[in-house]
Structures are given as structure tokens and as C-alpha cells.
């Protein structure tokens, strides 16, 4: 295997006929002034021929859904490996965009969401678990002894009507009490509701006090109860309380049912999850076609966009009610989207999940930590995981890029950055030049535009270009490692 790529008679743009050689697995910077040819070599020389082979290896057919790059001015380019490009340039216009969805930690989560979410009605908060019969059962004998009971199947929720006809089927059944709007009555007399009022009928299928040996007759009681709806309420007498449970995905104070939750129900880009007020975007009055320049897109504290109205149905969170009503430690997705990268770490790492969630979320949970622990380590903590990708600088957006590469465990492949330092803190610098370093590691080629100092000390190999810029540049005018690592 080849230890340099070797490079003769460069000519791209201003280069003079150059020749070099650069170290794999090494990082590598290309400095010198404005225009001095630093770019023609790295990215219009370098990548470019590296990404062009690699099409080429390709089948015709999924060459035609690839950029063709033309073959560069040089004489010959010996021991390149496959190139990625990391330049400053914002990742997409779409309002649809987001760090999570680029990331792909929105995907991960909607997955996590879906697998150990907990779905609360958005009407009245309470918990929707589907339960089986045995789990009512043993939830009923599990009450303490001494408890006074009535177990009740509503047959009619908050809805108009005289129910003349369920009321005489209830009696002919053999059952003599009801509660309807809250009070008891004797099924026996002659009940009369009015027609346009809004009724709720509850049957009273047994009364019963808990005790050793009353188990057959709860469990007769329930089974009862099911056969006439997916809903029982135990009331606590002496508390005058009610405990609902269901057995289906409704909530039994209000019957509100939800759909099947998959990872679907979670996504502002499908129909099935996405907000039918404003269609997923979360603002009011922006169209699909949305082509907004950085500048007239701008973004104030809250990173709310400046000019546009969050939509007024899901308050800008961009999903159905159904979908911001499931809940992970009372956080539903597009709270915890809401937060920054580093927040969202911090509320990773104190999920407190049973041996039965640890099992099925593992997998998900360490993608989810790895991407933000990348983004972290590139100094972008700061973002939220919301952050609309067009309202991204260019150094956010390369450092996106380049954290999603740290993600990809790639090895033996080039890497070509455009000055990846500019508007870093040095804490912010120094953390991007260890994820480099890291990438290098990895068995990767690691070439850097570069006019930051301490990226310069950090390289393994400087070559250093100009003398000047334009016709003055294109020259090599002095390159080797700058110190020993």
C-alpha cells in the first residue's frame, strides 16, 4: 500500500506545473494568502480527481445518478483513495430541514418514541395503556382488603340520545343499577333522558368488597364488563375515585382513540404525522416552495424565525396533538427537539428505563448519543436539535458534516475541509482538531484549507503555498511536517 499521494504537473486554475507529496492517514494543511492556490490543489485537484475515480468504478447505471466531474489538469495522481468533500456552504433551503433530520438524531428518535413512549390523552392527560383482561384482574385484586367497589362498563360516552332501547338490553340482561351523568339510578323505573342533551350511561356490572376468595368473582365481573365495551371503570366507593383501563389504544375517560403509533406518527414530513394545519412546516403562511435567502431568514433568541407566526394548532412543534401527547420522562419529541445538543445529552444520559425498555431501546439510544456527542465535539452545543438547516452558517454547516462523518465509521477514505476553524472559539477549535485527529486514527487521509495557526501546529504535514495570490500564487513554497507529533 502506498504511504503518499503523489501528485505531478498540477495545473488547475493557477497552479505551475507543481509537483507533492502528501502523507496518507496524516492530516495535512494547505495554507498560504487569498488565491494563492490553495483550493485548485485540494479540492478542484485533489478531490475532485479522488471523487471522479470513484464514480467511475461504479456501474453505468448508478452513474447516472451522480455528479460526473471532469478529470482535472494534472499529469498523473498516484495512491488516492474515495474523497469526501467538506465544504462551507449551507446544507439545504428546505424549512423542512432540521440538525435532527441531517444528523439523522429526529430518525433515531422517532424509533425510541414509538418503542417506549408513553401516550397520554391530549384532552384530559390521562395514561393510555392497553390492557388485558388478566391485567384489570390483577390490578382489582391487588387493591387493599376492606375496599369497596362497583365495577362499571360504559355503554354510552358524552353523547346525545334518549337510549331507550340499550337501557330496556341492559335490564333484559339482568342488570339493575346504572350510573348515567354521574348519578345512580334503578334501571327498573322509567328513565327518561332528553334527546338533545349530551348522556353518559355506565353500567353497574357488580359491588363487591375486596377480600381473600372474592378473585372469581372480580374476574366474572370484568369479563362481563368486556363484553360490552373495551372500557372498565372501578369506582372506589368510600373515595367516590374512578380507575378506568381499556383494553384498547382509547383513553377511558374520553374515549379518544389513537392510531397505531410507528415511527410514521412522529414525522412532520408525512401526512400521517405531520400537523394539518400548516402541513408540518410549524409556521403560518409558508409554502412548499419556501426559497428563503440566510439573510432574510433570520433567527432571534428563542430561534424562532424572524417574520413568520409559529402555526397556531401545534405552537410550532409541527406534529398532530396525537403525536406531542407521547411522552418519554413528561418530554414529548418535539420538546426534546427543542433543546440544545447539549441539554439533550443531559436528558439522554438520566433516562431512568426498566431491564424490559433497556432491551429494546439499547441500540437506539447509542445512536442517538453518539450523533449528539459528535455534534459536542465539533463545538456545537449550543444548537438546538430543531435548528432549521437553512438559517446554519457555513462553518456550522461543514462542522455538521463533519460530525456525521465521525458517525460513519469509515476508514481508508480522503478527506477534504475548507477552513473548518473559521468562527470557532479556540476551546470550540481545539475540540474540532481532536475530532480530526480522530477521523486521522481511523485510517483516513485528512487534507485541511486552512489559515488558523493552531490548526496549522496541530497538522501532521504543512505544504504552504503562494508566494502571493492570482498569477503570483500556484507555487509550493515551502512544505514538511511543522514539528514532531
Not at 115 to 133: F, V
Not at 172 to 177: C, S
Amino acid at each position: 500500500m502506498q504511504t503518499f499521494i503523489v501528485i505531478k504537473g498540477a495545473r488547475e486554475h493557477n497552479l505551475k506545473n507543481i509537483n507533492v507529496s502528501i502523507p496518507r492517514e496524516k492530516i495535512t494543511v494547505i495554507t498560504g494568502p487569498s488565491g494563492s492556490g490553495k483550493s485548485s490543489l485540494a479540492i478542484d485537484t485533489i478531490y475532485a480527481e479522488g471523487q471522479r475515480r470513484y464514480v467511475e468504478s461504479l456501474s453505468v447505471y448508478a452513474r447516472q445518478f451522480l455528479e460526473q466531474l471532469q478529470k482535472p489538469d494534472v499529469d498523473l495522481i498516484e495512491g488516492l483513495s474515495p474523497s469526501i468533500a467538506i465544504e462551507q456552504k449551507t446544507v439545504t433551503k428546505s424549512p423542512r430541514s432540521t440538525l435532527g433530520t441531517i444528523t439523522e438524531i429526529y430518525d433515531y428518535m422517532r424509533v425510541l418514541y414509538t418503542r417506549i413512549g408513553k401516550p397520554y390523552c391530549y384532552n384530559c392527560g390521562s395514561l393510555i395503556a392497553a390492557q388485558e383482561a388478566q391485567n384489570i384482574i390483577d390490578s382489582v385484586v391487588s387493591l387493599p382488603q376492606g375496599t369497596r367497589i362497583q365495577i362499571l362498563a360504559p355503554i354510552v360516552r358524552d353523547r346525545k340520545g334518549e337510549y331507550k332501547k340499550e337501557l330496556y338490553d341492559m335490564l333484559r340482561d339482568g342488570f339493575i343499577r346504572a350510573r348515567i351523568d354521574g348519578v345512580m339510578v334503578d334501571l327498573t323505573q322509567d328513565i327518561k333522558l332528553k334527546k338533545q342533551q349530551r348522556h353518559t350511561i355506565e353500567i353497574v356490572i357488580d359491588r363487591l368488597l375486596i377480600k381473600t376468595g372474592t378473585e372469581r368473582q372480580i374476574r366474572s365481573a370484568i369479563d362481563s364488563a368486556l363484553k360490552y365495551t373495551d372500557t372498565v371503570i372501578i369506582n372506589l366507593i368510600d373515595k367516590n375515585k374512578d380507575i378506568p383501563f381499556s383494553r384498547t389504544m382509547a383513553c377511558p375517560n374520553c374515549s379518544i382513540s389513537y392510531p397505531e403509533i410507528n415511527p410514521r406518527f412522529f414525522s412532520f414530513n408525512s401526512k400521517y404525522g405531520a400537523c394539518p394545519r400548516c402541513n408540518g412546516i410549524g409556521f403560518e403562511n409558508i409554502s412548499e416552495d419556501f426559497e428563503a435567502e440566510r439573510q432574510d431568514f433570520g433567527v432571534i433568541t428563542d430561534e424562532k424565525v424572524t417574520g413568520l407566526s409559529p402555526c397556531k394548532a401545534c405552537k410550532g412543534m409541527r406534529l398532530r396533538k396525537e403525536a406531542l401527547s407521547i411522552k418519554i420522562k413528561d418530554t414529548n419529541i418535539a420538546e426534546f427537539s427543542r433543546m440544545s445538543v447539549i441539554n439533550a445529552i443531559q436528558f439522554i444520559n438520566a433516562l431512568k428505563l426498566t431491564d424490559r425498555e433497556q432491551m429494546i431501546a439499547s441500540r437506539v439510544l447509542r445512536e442517538v448519543k453518539d450523533r449528539l456527542s459528535f455534534l459536542n465535539k465539533v463545538g456545537l452545543g449550543y444548537l438546538t436539535v430543531d435548528r432549521l438547516s437553512l438559517t446554519l452558517s457555513g462553518g456550522e454547516a461543514q462542522r455538521i458534516r463533519l460530525a456525521t462523518q465521525m458517525g460513519s465509521s469509515l476508514t481508508g477514505v480522503l478527506y477534504v475541509l475548507d477552513e473548518p476553524s473559521i468562527g470557532l472559539h479556540p476551546k470550540d477549535c481545539k475540540k474540532l482538531l481532536e475530532s480530526l485527529s480522530t477521523i486521522r486514527d481511523s485510517g483516513n487521509t485528512v487534507i485541511i484549507v486552512e489559515h488558523d495557526e493552531d490548526t496549522i501546529n496541530w497538522a501532521d504535514h504543512v505544504i504552504d503555498m503562494g508566494p502571493g495570490g492570482g498569477l503570483r500564487g500556484g507555487w509550493i513554497t515551502a512544505e514538511g511536517p511543522i514539528k514532531t507529533h
